[in-house]
């Protein structure tokens, strides 16, 4: 920085420093993805000639939707979704008049509704007793599951399902401990995890395609796909994600801009959760670095530069020329030639697509940020508390959401036209919910935090002032409030939608990022919280980077003797930094040694087990354990993991009983 400037007093945030290292530095190509290309083209063929096939039968077309929408491979067949959802549409009031089957009302309803078509709520009256109540019963777990996960697809008119959500949760709450997998973890992770509506996509995949594995009745082909596919999708994730880490390495920021949250691959899984596809692997690419840009804006604006400074940034960003670069602190020129550089770069590209229009969309947009978190510095001079709706009024823009959707389009295909841009401008009700969900959920995660340094007064301070609320009565106000969001979001998809419908997803995605990362706290900033650990960096790894795992535990085990080494010790404790984002179970981890002994290990959570037995997509989980000299080293690495287990081992022996290798399996106490 400056020397000029070493002395001034800053409000410096003290964001801790990254957690990753070099590890998403370097990618590691599959060397067979040709060939798994080609069998996923087969494989597509396959499931476009079932799923015709189905047209006929509506419980099977229904139920292969599904499974295709939670398998994460929608994207794949949207043409062939849109004509057999159609065909379901047109038969559903008579389908449904005289069948007293839950499951099939329940799913039929949400899979129509998600994709817009406005079926009524008044279809589950029959499902009431006659005193108005619904009668659940053991037996009908499966149908109550899907009639919860239905009623998140609740609009404004919705009275039914407001109530049912409500007895739905309650039910599942206290059956859930009487039931067995795969049907508790599914239950399980609707109540406490993700709704099919809120989860991200990807993540959710990840999380079903083990459960159907299990269910007896799955389509096998579609599991294959599904696998291959998943697979292949993270490996263009990784190698995206290994490029962006080298542009944002490049950039030196923990030395130049060291004030700022270093968060590159949590960048990345912010905006491959917004759009994962293929098919937007160059907006993507602008986007990640647009973003990181915005983050860091966002702590020089609010944990670093003083009034002066700032004013000085925000005259060179409206002015949009390099000429600026002169007047501006060390730091501040930094960010600022990036974003000219990014631009640059983009506008040749769209040129040569005849899509020069976007990029004058993409500076305003970024002119718009730098406005909104100029107009908050201002703001927080005046030290007051306001009423609740004159904080919202302002609060709402300085998320930030509105020019990041700007952003997110303007690298998009044909799908994006100039009228699409001016109607997200125009902050039409999705995007109004999406500010109000961003706005009102990091306040309550973040109030705590920020009220410890000088910041705006939070919605939470100015509800409870000007109400006399507590804050718990604040925040459960704020939740109901996020939840008319969501009824405006889920009202915004009814046909006929005013942009194509994709779009409309990328939108909802924006809602759904603000519930996977920062719903339980703000594991975006607070990456090293214990939650924050637990479930935003477990998905990351579910994301891109599982045989991180198993390369690191194979080279320890290979290092580690009776006597732990320093090479051992370092080894371990990074593999430490990596179990810790995997998920707690409960259970014992067994191990068999090659002479017969058995040894259990309680509180111990072997990174091998989920490794090989939920994150590796192959036909094989068998590990060969013919080298191992002892399982002292075993014993020494588990130790040192203080984590519970979620697996056991299976032994493999040959014919006269001898141990040849372990397979790693999920189990129940």
């Excluded at 809120?198 to 007896?216: D, M, N, V």
């Excluded at 000007?466 to 109901?480: C, G, L, M, P, Y």
């Excluded at 991180?548 to 085990?557: A, D, G, S, T, W």
Aim: hydrophobic letters at 40%; glycine letters at 4%; a negative charge.
């Amino acid at each position: 920085m400056d020397s000029k400037n070493k002395s001034v007093a800053r409000p410096l945030a003290n964001f801790h420093p990254e957690v990753w290292g070099d590890r998403f530095l370097v990618y590691e190509p599959e060397s067979n993805e040709v060939g798994e290309k080609q069998v996923t083209e087969e494989l597509k063929e396959e499931v476009k000639r079932e799923l015709k096939e189905a047209s006929n039968d509506y419980v099977r077309q229904l139920k292969m939707v599904d499974a295709i929408q939670r398998l994460g491979i929608e994207y794949l067949f949207q043409e062939e979704i849109d004509e057999a959802l159609q065909n379901l549409s047109e038969k559903f009031d008579e389908f449904c008049k005289d069948k007293h089957d839950l499951y099939t009302t329940a799913l039929s309803f949400r899979l129509l509704r998600q994709h817009g078509y406005r079926v009524s709520c008044k279809t589950f009256d029959k499902f009431k007793d006659e005193e108005g109540a619904f009668k659940f019963n053991v037996a009908s777990v499966t149908g109550v599951l899907e009639f919860f996960e239905a009623t998140y697809l609740r609009v404004h008119d919705d009275g039914l399902l407001d109530r049912a959500h409500v007895l739905t949760r309650n039910y599942l709450e206290s059956v859930l401990p009487s039931l067995s997998n795969p049907e508790a973890e599914q239950v399980g992770h609707a109540l406490y995890q993700y709704s099919n509506r809120r989860g991200f996509t990807r993540l959710e995949a990840r999380h079903y395609i083990p459960i159907y594995e299990k269910t007896a009745s799955h389509n096998p082909l579609l599991l294959r796909l599904a696998k291959l596919d998943f697979k292949l999708l993270q490996s263009m994730h990784k190698r995206e994600l290994s490029e962006i880490c080298r542009w944002w390495k490049s950039l030196e920021v923990p030395t130049k801009l060291f004030y700022a949250r270093d968060r590159i691959v949590e960048n990345y899984f912010w905006v491959a959760g917004i759009y994962f596809e293929p098919e937007h692997a160059f907006a993507r690419k602008v986007f990640n670095k647009l973003q990181m840009l915005v983050v860091v804006c966002d702590d020089t604006f609010d944990a670093y530069a003083t009034f002066e400074e700032l004013q000085l940034f925000t005259e060179a960003i409206e002015s949009w020329s390099a000429s600026s670069l002169d007047h501006l602190p060390d730091n501040m020129k930094l960010i600022y030639k990036s974003f000219l550089e990014i631009f640059d770069e983009f506008e040749e590209e769209m040129i040569k697509q005849g899509r020069s229009y976007r990029t004058s969309y993409g500076i305003e947009a970024i002119k718009m940020v730098v406005r909104y978190y100029f107009d908050e510095i201002k703001w927080r001079g005046k030290k007051e508390i306001p009423t609740l709706e004159e904080y919202m009024e302002f609060a709402k823009r300085s998320t930030v959401y509105l020019p990041l959707m700007i952003l997110t389009f303007m690298g998009m295909g044909d799908i994006v036209t100039k009228q699409v841009l001016d109607w997200v401008l125009s902050e039409p009700p999705i995007v109004t919910a999406n500010l109000i969900i961003a706005r009102l959920t990091a306040d309550i995660v973040g109030h705590e935090f920020e009220r410890n340094r000088e910041h705006i007064p939070s919605s939470i301070e100015c509800y409870m002032k000007e109400h006399k609320a507590s804050e718990q009565d604040s925040i459960d106000e704020f939740n109901k409030r996020m939840e008319s969001a969501w009824k405006d979001i889920n009202e915004t998809f009814f046909r006929p939608t005013e942009i194509p419908a994709p779009l409309l997803v990328i939108l909802l995605n924006y809602a759904r990022v603000i519930e996977v990362i920062y719903s339980k706290g703000d594991w975006f900033t607070q990456v090293n919280d214990k939650r924050g650990i637990l479930y935003l960096q477990r998905n990351i790894f579910a994301c891109f980077c599982y045989t991180q795992i198993f390369k690191l535990l194979l080279e320890i085990i290979a290092l580690a003797s009776a006597t732990v080494t320093n090479k051992t010790e370092e080894l371990t404790l990074q593999l430490v930094q990596i179990t810790f984002m995997i998920p707690v179970g409960v259970g014992t981890y067994i191990f068999t040694h090659r002479n017969g002994d058995t040894h259990r290990f309680p509180h111990i959570h072997p990174p091998v087990a989920l490794y090989l037995s939920q994150s590796s997509f192959t036909d094989s989980t068998i590990l060969d354990v013919g080298d191992f000299n002892s399982c002292s080293t075993w014993f020494l690495i588990f130790r040192l993991l203080p984590f519970h287990p979620i697996s056991a081992s299976e032994k493999k022996e040959d014919q006269e009983g001898r141990l040849q290798a372990l397979k790693i399996v999920e189990v129940e106490n």
